[in-house]
């Protein structure tokens, strides 16, 4: 089955890169891997996504490994209103699976 | 343009009852699909529906059910109640279907439900 693994939380101070880290070792080659956040009392949202090159947008960059067994999400200035909990997904055969996310509390 | 829209925001029932929530996808949406949120289980994907049909199911007992309408909009059938359903219901609207899973989900704030 295909599972994401994430620290259960982290730290970081306003202003300073964030880098989050999931282990995928089992997903498949046609797998793309997603990234949400959800703040508090909110849905989650949608970060970045991408399947074998490293991606960038507004929010965030995605780097994912050549062997693609692990991608990191790389906030480039972590802010107060980044302290969420980011979930790493990926499809699992018909279903999706989220894992237990990481906590980012950031620090003024 | 509106998000996603969940009614209720909050619902209380007690055990052996039943429960339907709506949910109302982004204008065009076709695919709506309903997630469990819950503090020990997590994130947990119940079921997918495109265009009324139902694509995808999750690791769920069959008194969790639901269905999509023409217009898009779905709902979603809790049936006798059981303390352990008590969690935060979130549905999700995407252009396509989730299919290769190269579509960004929209989300809406959920149906925070709580069973007595």
Same mark, same amino acid.
């Given at each position: 089955d295909a599972k994401t693994t994430q620290p259960n939380s982290m730290e970081s101070? $306003? $202003? $300073?890169?964030?880098?989050l880290p999931c282990n995928h070792s089992t997903i498949s080659g046609t797998d793309y891997i997603h990234w949400y956040r959800q703040l508090p009392s909110q849905g989650p949202e949608y970060v970045i996504h991408g399947l074998t090159s490293n991606v960038n947008n507004r929010m965030a960059s995605l780097a994912i490994a050549e062997d693609r067994k692990s991608s990191t999400l790389i906030l480039h200035r972590a802010t107060l209103r980044d302290a969420a909990v980011y979930y790493c997904i990926l499809r699992d055969k018909?279903?999706?699976y989220f894992g237990s996310g990481t906590k980012l509390n950031v620090k003024p | 343009k509106?998000?996603?829209?969940q009614t209720p925001r909050y619902l209380i029932k007690t055990r052996g009852q039943q429960v339907t929530l709506s949910c109302s996808p982004i204008s065009g949406h076709r695919s709506v699909s309903w997630y469990q949120q819950t503090p020990g289980q997590g994130l947990q994907f119940l079921f997918e529906y495109f265009s009324e049909t139902q694509r995808n199911k999750g690791n769920f007992?069959?008194?969790?059910s639901g269905r999509q309408f023409s217009n898009s909009r779905s709902e979603m059938n809790v049936s006798t109640l059981e303390l352990g359903d008590s969690a935060l219901y979130l549905c999700a609207s995407s252009l396509a279907p989730l299919g290769g899973f190269n579509e960004k989900l929209f989300f809406g704030s959920g149906t925070q439900l709580s069973v007595l």
């Open positions: 101070n $306003e $202003e $300073e890169p964030v880098h018909d279903k999706f | 509106a998000g996603v829209t007992p069959g008194r969790f």
